[in-house]
Structure formats: C-alpha cells, structure tokens
C-alpha cells in the first residue's frame, strides 16, 4: 500500500499499519496526487494500481479485492462510481499511468470519455460501499447505515458530532457552519 498525504497524524497511523508513504506537499490536489503516486508505482515496475479517495468509510476488503482483480486481469480502466453516477469513488488502471486522472465533477464521464478517446476498455463497477462518500455533513449522518463504516461511526461518537450537527440545525453555531 502506498499511502499520499502530508498529515503528520495519517503518516504515524499508516506507517504503524505497513503503509508506504508519499508526501504530496508539492502537489496540488488530488490528480496531482495521484498522478504522482502512478509515477512512483510505475517507475517500481508495478502493473496496475487503485486509488481511493480518503472520504469512502463504508467501502469493504471484498470490494477492494474485486476491483483489484480487475486490474490484475485485464489492462485498462476500471472505475467505481459514487452512488449518484456522476463521480469517481475508486480509480484503477493499469499500467499505473494510463490515463491522467481527472477526478471532480462529472468525473466518470471524463474519465470514460478520455479513455475511450485513445481506444482503451473501460469497465464500470457498482459497488455498494464504495459507492457512499461524504461530502456533507448531512452524508455523515448516514455514516450509521453502512455496517463498514463502524469505525468512522465510533469516531464521529466519540467527537458528539449527532449533539453538534443537531445544534448547528437549530441555528445554534450557524456563523461558523456558514463560514466553515
């Protein structure tokens, strides 16, 4: 696993769990990111590679090993959209720099639309937990329904987010909701 971020927090946790990390201080977003991971990964002659982004609780081991045998089986691209169809909730392709990756809005189409563009497969996957992705606090509320997700579940418990969102609903903190 090769893990990208620049959060000393995230680095002890992944570094204690096996993870390899990338500093992704000189990037700017998350294509940079991971078009940087893809560069690393192909450089160590790795075949193929997914990508998921930090904000999908609910996704499971049996779902990552799916997507994975995609890529270990055929080359090209393999995508999981988010639950509303329109964005990107895992990435895999092989090789690792295939295509650039054009995570944002509408990014299953661009990202279908840039390989058929140069004639490669591509393969859509729907997947339950990796289709569930926060984006609002709203979603995090929802955070109890995915069985997977038991560990953001705890966490947001812990935090007393259900107390605070309720207060933010009630006006309650809403200067800082506006402006946060």
């Known amino acids: 696993i090769l893990a990208v971020t620049r959060c000393p927090l995230a680095c002890r946790h ?3 769990a096996g993870a390899h990390l990338l500093d992704d201080s000189d990037c700017t977003g998350l294509n940079a990111a991971v078009s940087s991971a893809a560069s690393v990964l192909e450089a160590q002659g790795v075949p193929g590679f997914l990508t998921v982004p930090g904000d ?3 996704v499971s081991p049996l779902e990552v090993e799916r997507v994975a045998h995609s890529i270990n089986k055929f080359s090209g691209l393999t995508l999981v959209p ?3 169809g329109q964005g990107t909730n895992c990435l895999a392709m092989s090789p690792p720099k295939l295509l650039p990756p054009l995570f944002g809005p509408g990014s299953v189409e661009a990202h279908t639309r840039a390989a058929t563009g140069q004639n490669i497969e591509v393969r859509l996957v ?3 937990g990796f289709g569930f992705d926060v984006d609002t606090p709203e979603d ?6 995915y069985p997977q997700a ?3 579940a705890s ?3 812990s ?3 259900a107390e605070h969102y309720t207060r933010l609903d009630e006006g309650v903190g809403s200067d800082f909701a506006a402006i946060g």
Do not use: K
């Open 140 to 145: 995090l509320r929802q955070v109890n329904q």
């Open 14 to 16: 992944l570094r204690r």
């Open 150 to 152: 038991r560990q953001t």
């Open 159 to 161: 935090i007393g987010f």
């Open 155 to 157: 966490f947001l418990d």
């Open 56 to 58: 999908i609780p609910a």
């Open 126 to 128: 729907s997947l339950p």
């Open 82 to 84: 988010a639950a509303d």
